[in-house]
């Protein structure tokens, strides 16, 4: 059976402290940092969408600096999903949809859509969610990625929600929210959120080794020994692309642990 493709990176391009050898080489004008980054790395989630919009020119641009294979995530708006009644979000996802992100073309991967800690699982209210995910835009597939930070979205009726609706469920591996491992989707997405920046690799190095371990198993269409699972059964074995995102908790490190899981694969 073959494997899916395995792609790494970090949460934007645009951090002062990546700046002067952390992870930009010195004197790289920040105009060259999206090009550098995409050539470092061979994926990014683009953060910036959450807060705020893009025109589709700034997209294109985007996808024109990145090599061919690289995928860039598209974190949705905030107005989509931090909000009480998520079945009233139809206008705010088809605002956030057609304001141009088709035009990374092939190098769009999934939408994020991350909801609140706060946010409790309401089967009615996400299910109705769910239906308004758009299945395309202009003529390119959409893939879709939800992450629950509530515990009570650990329950069978919320993965096989997902997984009727093909979209899939984000694993967290978080020190602030329960995370669910539960492969829902035709690929995986991993946001590893408890790096340091003590640690020079972001995370302690036997973890990058477990990290690139569990990624080859995800894209074998296997699922990883020791994660927290919602079902005892495994899904149906097949080939998935899979995401790794070194997010959030030492952000400095993060392009030094994305490179060095790059470099075990």
């Known amino acids: 059976m073959s494997k899916g ?3 790494v990176g970090i949460g934007g391009w645009t951090f002062e402290p990546w700046r002067g050898g952390a992870f930009y080489p010195e004197g790289l004008p920040q105009k060259k940092e999206l090009e550098f980054a995409t050539r470092a790395l061979t994926a990014i989630e683009i953060n910036g969408t959450y807060y705020s919009g893009f025109k589709p020119a700034t997209f294109a641009g985007w996808a024109a600096a990145a090599p061919d294979g690289f995928v860039f995530t598209v974190k949705a708006s905030r107005f989509c ?3 009480k009644v ?3 979000a ?3 996802i088809a605002k956030f949809t057609g304001q141009g992100i088709t035009e990374l073309g092939d190098r769009l991967g999934p939408i994020l859509w991350q909801f609140m800690a706060t946010k409790k699982f309401d089967p009615e209210d996400f299910g109705a969610f769910l239906k308004l995910l758009p299945e395309s835009r202009d003529g390119v597939k959409l893939r879709h990625a ?3 930070r509530h515990e009570s979205f650990a329950v069978p009726e919320f993965v096989a929600m997902c997984r009727k609706a093909g979209v899939g469920l984000v694993f967290a591996d978080s020190p602030q929210y329960p995370a669910i491992a539960d492969v829902t989707g035709d690929f995986v997405y991993a946001r590893l959120e408890r790096g340091e920046d003590d640690n020079p690799l972001c995370y302690p190095e036997k973890d990058i080794g477990r990290w690139a371990g569990a990624a080859k198993c995800w894209a074998d269409g296997g699922r990883p020994d ?6 005892d059964a495994a899904p149906a074995k097949q080939p998935r692309e899979t995401f790794i995102f070194f997010i959030h908790g030492g952000k400095v490190r993060a392009p030094a642990a994305a490179q060095a899981v790059i470099s075990r694969l």
């Open 5 to 7: 493709a395995i792609r």
């Open 81 to 83: 999903t931090n909000r």
């Open 86 to 88: 998520l079945a009233e």
């Open 90 to 92: 139809g206008e705010s």
């Open 146 to 148: 939800v992450q629950v």
């Open 226 to 231: 020791g994660l927290p699972y919602v079902e």
